[in-house]
């Protein structure tokens, strides 16, 4: 089945640029039906969805990060990347990729699935200098 | 942007009862609403999509229900497996947004 796996630097410092990547195993990242998205949580919080990438590369950034990020995808490498810009304390968190099923697509039979259902472990990412 | 409240953001219970979670949309969100489960140092694990669909391999113990702006997650018999903390997640517009979570303990 399909697994992801996170890889980067667990610290990076203030003001430089958080880089992750996420790695698909067992299944194309190139298949229809799925964005890739980056989510992340703040110690002890919530949930925040960051944005998405389509294996054509249109993308959707959360607009509270917007200007400091970009999603990028690498369909030789089965891989998509997450690079957060100008970090700063606030931006320590577990970081999060994840499948996410496209509601509009057509799973067969007219079956239409939702929802983020593979994710991988998470990773941790700390600002400080 | 589509804020999502959830109630209670904390709830203690015992083995074996029915456990209830609402969550609120601030916009119409007719069934555009998925239900994950997160435990300690896990990353979530979705149990229901568009507000009433159970996963695959989903325990049939977890079910949700609703439309619009009003949702309703439910575990028929609480199992001492499902101690984690519960999250909604709307899907009708970008950006996708989360409830703040249901912490679910053990009485």
């Known amino acids: 089945q399909v697994q992801l796996q996170e890889s980067g630097p667990g610290l990076v410092k203030p003001s430089q640029t958080l880089s992750l990547t996420c790695t698909v195993s067992g299944g194309s990242i190139s298949s229809g039906g799925y964005y890739w998205s980056w989510i992340r949580q703040h110690p002890g919080k919530g949930l925040e969805w960051i944005g998405y990438i389509y294996y054509s590369g249109s993308t959707y950034y959360n607009p509270s990060l917007k200007s400091r990020v970009t999603i990028s995808v690498d369909t030789s490498k089965n891989q998509f990347s997450l690079r957060l810009g100008s970090v700063t304390a606030a931006d320590t968190a577990v970081y999060f990729c994840?499948?996410?099923?496209?509601?509009?697509?057509?799973f067969g039979s007219g079956k239409k699935l939702s929802g983020m259902d593979v994710w991988g472990q998470g990773t941790t990412v700390t600002v400080s200098s | 942007d589509i804020q999502m409240t959830q109630s209670p953001s904390s709830l203690s219970a015992s083995v074996g009862d029915r456990v209830t979670i609402t969550c609120q949309a601030s916009h119409d969100i007719s069934n555009y609403l998925n239900w994950y489960q997160q435990k300690p140092g896990k990353a979530p694990k979705l149990l229901i999509y568009?507000?009433?669909n159970l996963e695959t391999g989903v325990p049939s113990r977890f079910s949700g229900s609703g439309s619009g702006t009003d949702f309703t997650f439910t575990i028929s018999s609480l199992q001492a497996e499902d101690i984690a903390t519960y999250y909604c997640?709307?899907?009708?517009?970008?950006?996708?947004?989360f409830g703040q979570g249901t912490k679910l303990e053990i009485k």
């Open positions: 997640q709307q899907y009708d517009d970008l950006p996708y947004s």
């Open positions: 568009d507000a009433s």
């Open positions: 994840a499948r996410d099923r496209d509601p509009e697509y057509n």
